[in-house]
């Protein structure tokens, strides 16, 4: 089933449907919704935050999803598939792949990554999971803890690594060259160019989810941009 899985995803385009609370498409109707346009438009794949997001998700289409649970905990930057308890949900909703912080900070508790996993690998020996990574040493540490993808994602979100200029090509190409586990590119892609510059530095598959799904960031990327007039400057 995993390798079915992975085979569905080589070569393609992830689209990241998520909004939060604060973002006027919150709704897991919308984000349904979003991933039936991706869908339609060529999509190989969703990524998608919280069970009830993911529910309505799998109920409009069939693409496999990576499924996350944003959650913050007193005392810890993770904020990605924190927990055991976000994982457990993850897998009762039928997450294809299950996404999670990997970097080398603290988890709730003052939990290390390789504890955590242990704990993970051994509850769910079957279930697929993707390490969301901002450096090449946590792709790399990830990759030897058995990871079954590496992703680029929190490249840029760490403190770390918040002046990396994204997308991150060199920690894709590093990452794609020196590990044999599928590296998946995510993080700051924004134009067609950089998904192609994504794949030509080895990524198996990529992920983008602002510059498609969320219109109010789109819509500031434009205005930013151009110069152009700022309609809630003239209120």
Same mark, same amino acid.
């Given at each position: ?7 569905? %995803? ?9 909004? %939060? ?18 869908? !339609? ?17 799998? !109920? =409009? ?9 944003? +959650? ?40 290390? %990554? +390789?504890?955590?996993?242990? !704990?993970?690998?051994? +509850?769910?020996?079957?279930?697929? #999971?993707?390490?969301?990574?901002? =450096?090449?040493? !946590? ?7 058995? #990871? ?50 994504? #794949? ?21 990327? #434009? ?13």
């Amino acid at each position: 089933m995993g390798e079915e899985i992975l085979h569905k %995803l080589k070569g393609g385009l992830i689209v990241s449907c998520q909004a %939060l609370e604060d973002e006027p498409l919150f709704s897991s109707y919308i984000m349904s919704r979003m991933a039936y346009a991706a869908k !339609e438009g060529g999509a190989v794949g969703i990524r998608a935050n919280s069970s009830a997001d993911i529910k309505a998700i799998k !109920e =409009t289409v069939t693409l496999p999803v990576i499924g996350i649970v944003k +959650k913050e905990y007193a005392g810890s930057e993770v904020y990605i598939t924190p927990t055991i308890k976000e994982v457990d949900e993850l897998v009762s909703c039928g997450a294809e792949i299950i996404a999670l912080d990997a970097t080398s900070r603290r988890r709730p508790g003052g939990e290390t %990554l +390789k504890d955590f996993w242990k !704990e993970v690998r051994e +509850k769910y020996p079957n279930q697929l #999971f993707m390490a969301d990574c901002a =450096t090449y040493e !946590e792709g790399m540490e990830a990759s030897f803890l058995g #990871f079954d993808l590496i992703g680029t994602t929190l490249s840029g979100y760490t403190q770390e690594t918040k002046d990396e200029k994204l997308p991150n090509l060199l920690l894709m190409k590093q990452l794609s060259k020196d590990i044999k586990r599928p590296v998946i590119a995510e993080g700051g892609i924004w134009t067609p160019e950089q998904l192609k510059a994504a #794949f030509s530095a080895g990524a198996f598959a990529a992920v983008v989810g602002s510059a498609i799904t969320r219109p109010r960031d789109i819509t500031n990327y #434009f205005i930013s941009g151009s110069g152009c007039r700022n309609g809630n400057e003239m209120k």
